[in-house]
């Protein structure tokens, strides 16, 4: 399995407080996603990134920032988080080439209250 | 920018039989096509992907799948269903330039005994 790491993997937050969620990667992939899953949408890509300090919007990233410092950390912060971010969250990465699949964390599941 | 449809959203077939999952996408230039499957509550896992050649790709579990440029369409085919096939699958499409990766809803099979 590659080497994808979420956490946390659970968390319950309230309505208006800031959320950061981290993935980290051993693999030293390039490319670096954030996707949401919700029933009847599949996964939505939130943010990805492309390299260090190199990111780019995805097609739900209202609400939602991230950051790449180093290879290995790709952080999706929730400002302030709604209930509509209730969701399961799924980082994935992947090595630089269009032919190459990407490897995905085992997700971490988000309740805002 | 490309997209991914499922057109169903659930399909349940009984042990042993044949399936078939549908998959259109719409991309203007050459796709690079992939199939994933999801456990509950689970990660997600590549069946087999498509970037050239051989329009008919072999994958892990038994599956095949089937590039049809003229239809626009990559579904996925199992001659005989096993109950552990029971899972969520997506398809995927990701862009010439490597970068943007798209799923689609995800259909969900059940599997009768």
């Known amino acids: 399995d590659a080497g994808i790491t979420q956490s946390p993997r659970h968390k319950v937050t309230e309505t208006g407080t800031p959320v950061t969620l981290r993935c980290h990667q051993t693999?030293?992939?390039?490319?670096m996603y954030w996707y949401r899953q919700d029933p009847g949408h599949g996964l939505r890509l939130i943010h990805y990134?492309?390299?260090?300090?190199?990111?780019d919007k995805g097609e739900v990233s209202d609400g939602y920032s991230v950051s790449r410092s180093k290879t290995e950390d790709f952080l999706l912060t929730l400002e302030s988080a709604t209930s509509s971010q209730t969701s399961v969250y799924f980082c994935?990465?992947?090595?630089?080439?269009?032919?190459?699949?990407?490897?995905f964390g085992q997700g971490t599941r988000l309740t805002v209250v | 920018a490309q997209s991914v449809t499922q057109p169903d959203i659930h399909i349940t077939v009984s042990e042993g039989a044949s399936l078939e999952l549908r998959c259109n996408y719409s991309?203007?230039?050459?796709?690079?096509l992939f199939w994933y499957v999801q456990s509950p509550g689970q990660g997600l896992q590549l069946l087999l992907k498509?970037?050239?050649?051989?329009?008919l790709v072999q994958g892990i579990k038994g599956f095949e799948a089937e590039f049809k440029r003229s239809q626009s369409s990559f579904n996925l085919r199992k001659p005989s269903v096993h109950w552990s096939d029971a899972a969520e699958y997506f398809c995927a499409v990701a862009d010439n330039y490597g970068q943007n990766f798209v799923f689609g809803p995800g259909t969900r099979l059940s599997v009768l005994p």
């Open positions: 693999e030293n992939h390039r490319y």
């Open positions: 990134s492309y390299g260090v300090k190199d990111t």
């Open positions: 498509y970037f050239s050649g051989d329009t």
């Open positions: 991309y203007g230039a050459t796709p690079y």
């Open positions: 994935a990465i992947r090595e630089l080439g269009s032919t190459t699949e990407a490897f």
